[in-house]
């Protein structure tokens, strides 16, 4: 009987999963789910229902009237929030665990331009930031189904995940999923430069030194073109208002 209650490292790992995917591929036939289910010795459509009772506490998902299961328990609670209290440490702590059960763990690919340069950092430390943006990137490209917010674009290799209040601003809020965007490269360093901005109501603005600038035929299209439209919103893990007044206030060229 006891086989049947979930330990806290597999709800950790569940979450972590939940995460990594986007709802909508949340099923006992998902590759992701099959391989978790077979680490932790668990059936896929064990995983799978987990999953979906972590989806019926997603706020995000309530608001577009999306439920999940309807039986979670007080322990899927307690996961939920402890990652939402501290999202760096139990990022870290999931990761490690489910490299443990792996059988050849690898550090995860991660781009260095992804990450800022950091000096002086002792190793340990510099492994957790690498796996912490491994794990960042992972939960907003999902939440955005792998598809830019301003223009759509798709291509995987072309896709950043945007901190909204830049990384070395804000050490509590690098893990943290609402402050993230989907963006392509070039609008990643456009808003990253203060070039462009998105406002709490999800409004792209563009930096009034550029509307004024005699702009050639590519900045149009690129970045002028797309001057007060809406950004596409992710599924769940919305971008926080306050984290996108901070870019507007402290970021954005204005």
Partial sequence: MSRNLWQR????????????????????????????????????????FKLSNFASLDPALKQR????????????????????????????ES???????QPAPAEPEISLIELPIIEGLEREQLRRVRVNQHFFRKMVLAAYDQRCCITGLTISSLLNASHIVPWAHAAEQRVNPHNGLCLNTLH????????????????????????????????????LAYDQRQIELPARFQPD?????????????G
Avoid at 241 to 253: K, V
Wanted: net charge neutral; with cysteine.
């Fill in 188 to 223: 990643d360093r456009a808003f990253d430069r203060g070039l462009i901005t998105i406002t709490p109501d999800y409004r792209i603005q563009v930096a009034a030194t550029l509307i004024k600038s005699s702009a050639n035929s590519a900045t149009n299209d690129l970045l």
């Fill in 241 to 253: 208002p306050a984290f996108l007044r901070y870019h507007n206030q402290h970021i954005f060229q």
């Fill in 65 to 92: 009237g999306i439920a999940g299961a309807s039986h979670g328990s007080k322990a899927d609670v307690a996961v939920w929030n402890e990652f939402y209290n501290n999202w760096e440490a139990l990022a870290f």
């Fill in 95 to 101: 990761e490690q665990l489910l490299a443990s059960l």
């Fill in 9 to 48: 490292d597999e709800l950790i790992l569940a979450f972590n999963l939940y995460c990594k995917i986007p709802f909508g591929k949340i099923n006992a036939k998902n590759p992701q789910i099959v391989a978790l289910a077979q680490l932790i010795n668990r059936s896929p459509g064990a995983v799978s």
